[in-house]
């Protein structure tokens, strides 16, 4: 089939590049013409296992192509995936639909009588119906649930399908475009607009509360002596819990999760429904990162004012070049306000941070990040930070303190080597004093 993806960020470039993986002929729409020259010549802005090879390859076989006209897409494409962003608005929290509006708005201009019209951006429950309003063209929307890092692997091989459709034929059109991954055996659900919509938003929902409810017991592990690492994992052997999303910590930050609850507690209020609990895990959510900065305090004798601090980690998850949002900059930045001297490590998100975070340290090596620190702050779980030796580290360091904001590294041996250990949710090491 002839598929356009409107809007090549990293939704609209992963789903580009698969649909062609799939067998279809694509289009990839950008306004930006720069994106549009990058991408036809296989480069990608961001970091995505796998999908630099995948959009290499397609657009050496011809079958994925970009521009930036939407009259071309518009004569191409028989189905229009649109994949803008829905960023979140300054005043209010609420998703700013600007983009998504004008694609559909340009679309209605451009596409086939017959074409049908798909949403894939996130969005709040009633603007599917809304557009369905607006325009002639027949509109279905199928969200998308892949998380950054396993973009490609979310795509091709998906925990499930969801498809709000209006009529028998916009189903039939996305099942013929999904054929191969319906084929494999991938869940389908179909619903109506509103459902549809909310199935996107529940699940981000869901899994904020998730790492928002594991976070609360870390406070009251605090508060009552406990250890939240083997609370969790006590509690993950439960199947009706499960394991995932029980990482306690600094809480999550990025692209989606947190923009996507403000947005979800805002158009539920519009409804009349108050959502308070959605507001309760965006707090308990940013009260995260005020622990760390007093758990920096505290190692540092009250104030950081003058401290060398060292900051494992920049992005907002391992793996990844993405700073949006990041938990590990947000409390970088407090610390640097307080009067500490900040260098920040991060193996592939430092060139992002230093654009966005320019009065920050950075090193080249966790060696160099380590070198003559006051105290260092696991701040983003990379692999390689639980490698390091933690008795090569106390010879590089000018003190020996940690803060392990992921709970990730192994307390009993950062204590053996002679470290201060402290994370959130966690008791004092034994054989350690305050
Ligand atoms: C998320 C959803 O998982 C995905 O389904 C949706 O489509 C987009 O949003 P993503 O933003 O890529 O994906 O990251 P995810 O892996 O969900 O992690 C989000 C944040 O939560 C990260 O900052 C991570 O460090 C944090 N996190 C995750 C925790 O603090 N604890 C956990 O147990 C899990």
């Given at each position: 089939?002839?598929?356009?993806?409107?809007?090549?960020?990293?939704?609209?470039?992963?789903?580009?590049?698969?649909?062609?993986?799939?067998?279809?002929?694509?289009?990839?729409?950008?306004?930006?013409?720069?994106?549009?020259?990058?991408?036809?010549?296989?480069?990608?802005?961001?970091?995505?296992?796998?999908?630099?090879?995948?959009?290499?390859?397609?657009?050496?076989?011809?079958?994925?192509?970009?521009?930036?006209?939407?009259?071309?897409?518009?004569?191409?494409?028989?189905?229009?995936?649109?994949?803008?962003?829905?960023?979140?608005?300054?005043?209010?929290?609420?998703?700013?639909?600007?983009?998504?509006?004008?694609?559909?708005?340009?679309?209605?201009?451009?596409?086939?009588?017959?074409?049908?019209?798909?949403?894939?951006?996130?969005?709040?429950?009633?603007?599917?119906?809304?557009?369905?309003?607006?325009?002639?063209?027949?509109?279905?929307?199928?969200?998308?649930?892949?998380?950054?890092?396993?973009?490609?692997?979310?795509?091709?091989?998906?925990?499930?399908?969801?498809?709000?459709?209006?009529?028998?034929?916009?189903?039939?059109?996305?099942?013929?475009?999904?054929?191969?991954?319906?084929?494999?055996?991938?869940?389908?659900?179909?619903?109506?607009?509103?459902?549809?919509?909310?199935?996107?938003?529940?699940?981000?929902?869901?899994?904020?509360?998730k790492i928002s409810f594991i976070n609360a017991m870390a406070e009251v592990c605090e508060a009552a002596g406990g250890d939240v690492r083997t609370l969790a994992e006590a509690l993950g052997?439960d199947?009706?819990i499960?394991?995932?999303?029980l990482r306690a910590g600094l809480g999550?930050?990025?692209?989606?999760?947190?923009?996507?609850?403000?947005?979800?507690?805002?158009?539920?209020?519009?409804?009349?429904?108050?959502?308070?609990?959605?507001?309760e895990?965006?707090a308990i959510n940013?009260r995260r990162?005020d622990r760390v900065?007093e758990l920096?305090?505290e190692?540092?004798?009250?104030?950081?004012?003058?401290?060398?601090?060292?900051?494992?980690?920049?992005?907002?998850?391992?793996?990844?070049?993405?700073?949006?949002?990041?938990?590990?900059?947000?409390?970088?930045?407090?610390?640097?306000?307080?009067?500490?001297?900040?260098?920040?490590?991060?193996?592939?998100?430092?060139?992002?941070?230093?654009?966005?975070?320019?009065?920050?340290?950075?090193?080249?090596?966790?060696?160099?990040?380590?070198?003559?620190?006051?105290?260092?702050?696991?701040?983003?779980?990379?692999?390689?930070?639980?490698?390091?030796?933690?008795?090569?580290?106390?010879?590089?360091?000018?003190?020996?303190?940690?803060v392990d904001g992921?709970g990730?590294?192994?307390a009993d041996?950062?204590t053996?080597?002679?470290?201060?250990f402290r994370a959130p949710g966690r008791p004092v090491p034994a054989g350690e004093g305050q």
């Amino acid at each position: 089939m002839r598929l356009t993806v409107i809007g090549t960020g990293y939704l609209g470039a992963t789903h580009a590049a698969c649909m062609a993986e799939l067998g279809h002929e694509v289009l990839g729409v950008d306004a930006d013409p720069e994106k549009v020259a990058a991408l036809g010549a296989g480069r990608v802005p961001f970091h995505e296992p796998g999908l630099p090879e995948l959009i290499a390859r397609h657009t050496a076989s011809g079958r994925l192509r970009f521009t930036s006209s939407f009259a071309e897409a518009g004569a191409f494409g028989e189905v229009h995936f649109v994949c803008v962003g829905t960023p979140q608005r300054a005043d209010s929290g609420a998703a700013d639909l600007s983009q998504v509006d004008a694609a559909f708005a340009a679309l209605a201009a451009h596409a086939a009588p017959d074409a049908l019209l798909v949403g894939k951006s996130t969005v709040p429950v009633g603007t599917a119906e809304r557009l369905a309003r607006t325009y002639d063209a027949e509109i279905a929307w199928n969200p998308e649930f892949l998380r950054e890092g396993f973009a490609v692997q979310d795509t091709l091989r998906p925990d499930r399908l969801v498809f709000g459709v209006a009529s028998p034929r916009a189903e039939a059109v996305l099942r013929a475009v999904y054929a191969p991954v319906l084929a494999a055996g991938t869940p389908l659900v179909t619903a109506d607009f509103p459902t549809t919509e909310l199935v996107k938003t529940a699940a981000n929902a869901f899994l904020a509360t998730k790492i928002s409810f594991i976070n609360a017991m870390a406070e009251v592990c605090e508060a009552a002596g406990g250890d939240v690492r083997t609370l969790a994992e006590a509690l993950g052997h439960d199947d009706r819990i499960g394991p995932e999303f029980l990482r306690a910590g600094l809480g999550f930050g990025g692209g989606c999760l947190p923009k996507d609850i403000r947005a979800f507690a805002h158009r539920a209020g519009e409804l009349g429904v108050p959502l308070r609990l959605l507001r309760e895990v965006d707090a308990i959510n940013m009260r995260r990162r005020d622990r760390v900065v007093e758990l920096a305090r505290e190692q540092c004798g009250g104030a950081v004012l003058g401290a060398r601090i060292t900051v494992l980690g920049a992005a907002f998850k391992p793996g990844l070049d993405d700073i949006r949002d990041s938990p590990a900059l947000a409390v970088a930045a407090r610390l640097r306000l307080e009067g500490a001297d900040v260098t920040v490590y991060d193996p592939q998100a430092a060139d992002n941070a230093r654009k966005a975070f320019p009065l920050l340290g950075y090193a080249g090596t966790v060696e160099d990040a380590l070198r003559g620190a006051d105290l260092v702050l696991h701040l983003t779980e990379w692999p390689q930070f639980r490698e390091i030796d933690p008795e090569r580290a106390a010879t590089l360091v000018a003190r020996p303190r940690i803060v392990d904001g992921r709970g990730g590294l192994d307390a009993d041996r950062w204590t053996a080597a002679g470290w201060r250990f402290r994370a959130p949710g966690r008791p004092v090491p034994a054989g350690e004093g305050q």
